[in-house]
Nanobody
Framework: DVQLQASGGGLVQAGGSLSLSCTASGFTFDDYAIGWFRQAPGKEREAVSCIIISDGTTYYADSVKGRGTISSANAKNTVYLQMNSLKPGDTALYYC???????????????WGIGTLVTVSS
């Protein structure tokens, strides 16, 4: 069975940092791109960052550029998202998802994990 397990969410003060992890199983990790998405209450799910596992190409939404770093530990089938200088606007349920070969929007991701909640207090 395919599984994407996101973890690392929590409550953090504005200006703080958080590291999210996404561990995958049930598919060939190297053949996929892993993306992070988030959904705040009352808002649509949006892309945050993505990494193509085979070559390490990364993408960031403008809202997190300069504050977020995505990386992968291929031997552990795990992708990390380090978020710094967190703002209350970053508060959301964060999901990781997998897409075959390349990054894309919510409509092209093949597999989704259960989200992890990030709450940033002011």
């Amino acid at each position: 069975d395919v599984q994407l397990q996101a973890s690392g969410g929590g409550l953090v003060q504005a200006g703080g940092s958080l590291s999210l992890s996404c561990t995958a199983s049930g598919f060939t990790f190297d053949d996929y791109a892993i993306g992070w998405f988030r959904q705040a209450p009352g808002k649509e799910r949006e892309a945050v960052s993505c990494i193509i596992i085979s070559d390490g190409t990364t993408y960031y939404a403008d809202s997190v550029k300069g504050r977020g770093t995505i990386s992968s530990a291929n031997a552990k089938n795990t992708v990390y998202l380090q978020m710094n200088s967190l703002k209350p606007g970053d508060t959301a349920l964060y999901y990781c998802a997998a897409a075959f070969l390349d990054c894309g929007g919510t409509d092209v991701m093949d597999y989704w994990g259960i989200g992890t909640l990030v709450t940033v207090s002011s």
